[in-house]
């Protein structure tokens, strides 16, 4: 469904720590998925993407697993950095081309 | 490589006033998006354009918005009238192919309408 609202969910992290991102998507149909980076004023960047068919994927210091089951996904991020601090978006996409956007989360970092 | 452009940056309008936003795509890229931001949400997608034809317009508000993209290259969102629910982002996206291709997007045009 839509996202309602100005308060995202916001994730508090100390500068090293490991970040954990939790996206719920909404079609079993759903067989792309993408996490986009959103820092202030700036356009949402490509950060690591997965399809249906497989669990985990790998990239420099971020990790996506999905979980079709629950239709579950997540982001890690490794030694998480100040200039991580950004809102971060999962995106799904069915058989169709549109990507359907989540609602967001705020991740901040502490130093 | 150089990443989409968006003109410009910020507008200020009243409402019913007119505004038209500018997209210049990466080179190469077929499609296009136009997606609307609203504060705190995920982007939302207006129209996406399969080189200058469009592919799906169905959450675009005709009776105010329109876009083209006439060569299959720049593109140009208009909205007349404005109104206040209008003030979002519109950011413009653009992918190689259309079917599970990374979208990539530019800065965005903030919009205000007062």
């Known amino acids: 469904g839509e996202s309602v609202g100005l308060h995202l969910p916001t994730l508090s992290v100390q500068e090293g720590d490991n970040s954990i991102i939790n996206c719920a998507y909404s079609n079993s149909a759903s067989d792309y998925f993408i996490w986009y980076k959103q820092e202030s004023g700036k356009g949402p960047q490509f950060i690591i993407d997965i399809r249906s068919n497989m669990d985990k994927r790998q990239g420099q210091r971020v990790t996506v697993l999905l979980n079709k089951t629950v239709k579950h996904l997540s982001l890690q991020i490794a030694a998480t950095q100040p200039g991580d601090s950004a809102v971060y978006f999962c995106a799904e996409k069915a058989s169709s081309y549109k990507l359907i956007f989540g609602s967001g989360t705020r991740l901040l970092v502490r130093p | 490589e150089a990443g989409v452009a968006q003109s410009p940056r910020y507008k200020i309008i009243e409402k019913r006033q007119s505004v038209a936003f500018w997209c210049n795509p990466i080179s190469g890229h077929a499609t296009l998006y136009w997606y609307q931001q609203i504060l705190g949400q995920g982007p939302k997608l207006l129209i996406q354009?399969?080189?200058?034809?469009?592919?799906?317009d169905s959450q675009l508000p005709k009776d105010r918005f329109s876009a083209e993209r006439l060569k299959g290259v720049d593109s140009t969102l208009k909205i007349q009238p404005a109104k206040l629910e209008d003030s979002a982002v519109y950011l413009c996206?653009?992918?190689?192919?259309?079917?599970?291709?990374?979208?990539?997007f530019g800065p965005g045009t903030r919009l205000l309408v007062l």
């Open positions: 996206a653009s992918s190689l192919r259309t079917r599970g291709e990374t979208q990539y």
């Open positions: 354009f399969q080189n200058n034809g469009v592919v799906d």
